[in-house]
Structures are given as C-alpha cells and as structure tokens.
Nanobody, 128 residues
Framework: QVQLVESGGGLVQPGGSLRLSCAAS????????IGWFRQAPGREREGISC????????YYSDSVKGRFTISRDHAKNTVYLQMNSLKPEDTAVYYC?????????????????????WGQGTQVTVSS
C-alpha cells in the first residue's frame, strides 16, 4: 500500500520545538520532491517547506524561515521538519506531500499543482 504517514505533532508551549516525520511506505522517496504544508482553521493551505528530489534545493516560506529546517534520511525513507521557536500562529494541521516532477517552488508555492501523494496530517498546537 502506497502511503505517506506524518507523525510527531502535539501540544507545545510557545518557544518550544517539535520534529515532524513524514514516512513513506510502498514506494521510495528518493526520486520525489517533498513538501510540508499546513492548514489552520478558516485559512488556506500553506506550503511552508520543500526539498528537491536531489536534496540540493530547499524552500521556506517567510513565515517559517530561520525557525524550521527540512531534511531527509534516505536510509529511513523519511523526511523531517524540525520546528524551533514555535509560535501560537504555527498552530495547524501539518501535511507532507510527495511529487516526482516538481521543483521546490512548484511544490511549495503553486496551489493548483496536483501532487502525487499526500499524508493524512498531524496536529500541531502551540499554546501556553
């Protein structure tokens, strides 16, 4: 069964950290650009961080630049999102997505682009 599974979400205080994982089963992530997206209630889905299939390029939205880091572990077939200095406005459901064709800007910025796979999401809540 081909799927992406996110994990690592939870409740954290402002200023805290979380690391999200996006694990693939049924296929290898090696040839895919991977993106992290988030959607808060009443807001549009936002592409926040993406990594190219070769790991040579990354993208960060202005809202997370300098605080979040995307990385990939090929041996574990997993992509991570390290989130530091979390703020209440980071509260959202976080999703990962994979696509074989996209570059990082297409993956993260173009909302109408149809990505190959999506995970089911993991909730991140930043609150004191």
């Amino acid at each position: 069964q081909v799927q992406l599974v996110e994990s690592g979400g939870g409740l954290v205080q402002p200023g805290g950290s979380l690391r999200l994982s996006c694990a693939a089963s049924g296929f290898r992530l090696d040839d895919y650009a991977i993106g992290w997206f988030r959607q808060a209630p009443g807001r549009e889905r936002e592409g926040i961080s993406c990594i190219s299939s070769t790991d040579s390029s990354t993208y960060y939205s202005d809202s997370v630049k300098g605080r979040f880091t995307i990385s990939r572990d090929h041996a574990k077939n997993t992509v991570y999102l390290q989130m530091n200095s979390l703020k209440p406005e980071d509260t959202a459901v976080y999703y990962c997505s994979a696509d074989r064709r996209a570059n990082v800007r297409t993956m993260c910025v173009i909302q109408s682009f149809r990505r190959d796979y999506w995970g089911q999401g993991t909730q991140v809540t930043v609150s004191s």
